[in-house]
């Protein structure tokens, strides 16, 4: 039996105004770092934290979202964003950031990290996992 459990950290928050955004970020490393199988999703205000251009100037924030871009060196290579999530908000998926990784399997080879789901996806992916994190 194997020691890897299936780790998902469910994003439902905007990036800024608490602190769910960023501390979820943190833990995902941290699960990654000690070999788990991690994979993050994006809901409701959650798909706002891998938009492109994010800009915190005026908010007095510290920006953490090229920590993102970080997620594919860590082996977080599995990144589920809702696709009605998107809709309600008026976004595509050219409006997030171009997350990807590099598959040593196939001569580095860059990847794409999204893969948008409908909400009936969604559901299975959720019952696929070990643990689910909401944040």
Known sequence: ????KKFLYLNRRAPYGTI???EALEVVLIGAAFDQEVSLA???DGV???LKGQDTAETGM???SPTYSALGDYDVTQLYVEKESLEERGLTVDDLMPLKWEDEDDDWAERDSIRVVSREEMAKIM???DV???F
Do not use: L, P, R, T
């Open 1 to 4: 039996m194997s020691d890897i």
């Open 127 to 129: 019952e696929g996992q």
């Open 48 to 50: 706002y934290q891998i």
């Open 132 to 134: 689910v994190f909401s």
């Open 20 to 22: 769910y955004a960023w």
């Open 62 to 64: 510290k920006n953490f």
């Open 42 to 44: 994006f809901v409701d």
